[in-house]
């Protein structure tokens, strides 16, 4: 089965700094990644998500990440941040062909002005 | 439309009660999930559904957990008896198809019941 590790559990920022949140998964023959991120006291949103193609992928708010499959990595990035990106953000795996996704354990960035 | 809708929005209950959640999914949206988040566990998938179908419970903790959907537009997960350690938020998703035949597979999330039993 899929695993997903987030190897941070916070992650303490600058304003306009730019940030890097870790994401592991377990090697498989196919692979689809996801990125949602969770403001406090909502549900959770998908920032970008990885199917095929490019291994560049660009999702809203200015972030992006990267999908490394030597490397079974997945990793977020945005090259400046703001105050209101503060909120936990958790990578997912899918579990194919069950479709169910597998969530790390999520990582909290903290944006100091 | 109105995004996936959760009701109640909080909960609070006496252990030993019956608590019942309430989801509305996005229409025209196949599968549904229901999660559990705690600080302890993280987010957990309790069961989610295909067409109305339970297709995996591997996730509801006992027997005291189950979960419905009667049709399309709406499910429940019911606890009896609820017990402390049963507080939690509780989200629910919905999604257009799985990831054959090249659907997007993003889910949406509701904002979640906070569930509290004293």
């Known amino acids: 089965a899929q695993s997903v590790t987030q190897l941070d559990s916070q992650v303490p920022v600058f304003e306009e700094a730019p940030v890097e949140l870790r994401c592991n998964y377990s090697?498989?023959?196919?692979?689809?990644l996801f990125w949602y991120v969770q403001y406090p006291n909502q549900g959770l949103q998908l920032l970008l998500k990885?199917?095929?193609?490019?291994?560049l992928v660009k999702g809203i708010n200015g972030f992006e990440a990267e999908f490394n499959k030597s490397q079974t990595s997945f990793h977020l990035r945005k090259p400046s941040v703001h105050i209101s990106d503060t909120a936990e953000y958790f990578c997912?795996?899918?579990?194919?062909?069950?479709?169910?996704?597998?969530f790390g354990t999520g990582t909290r960035l903290q944006v100091f002005p | 439309d109105a995004g996936v809708i959760q009701s109640p929005r909080h909960e609070v209950t006496e252990m030993g009660q019956e608590v019942t959640l309430r989801c509305k999914p996005i229409?025209?949206?196949?599968?549904l999930f229901w999660y559990r988040q705690t600080m302890m566990r993280g987010l957990e998938l309790l069961i989610y559904?295909?067409?109305?179908?339970?297709?995996?419970d591997s996730g509801m903790p006992e027997d005291r957990f189950s979960a419905k959907m009667p049709n399309a537009s709406f499910s429940t997960l019911k606890i009896q008896p609820s017990e402390p350690r049963d507080s939690a938020v509780y989200f629910c998703?919905?999604?257009?198809?799985?990831?054959?035949?090249?659907?997007?597979?993003?889910?949406?999330f509701g904002p979640g019941t906070r569930l509290t039993v004293t």
């Open positions: 998703a919905s999604s257009l198809g799985g990831l054959a035949g090249g659907k997007s597979y993003e889910q949406y």
């Open positions: 090697s498989s023959v196919s692979v689809y």
């Open positions: 990885y199917l095929s193609g490019s291994t």
């Open positions: 997912a795996v899918s579990d194919t062909p069950t479709d169910k996704l597998i």
């Open positions: 229409s025209g949206h196949d599968y």
């Open positions: 559904f295909n067409n109305n179908v339970p297709i995996d």
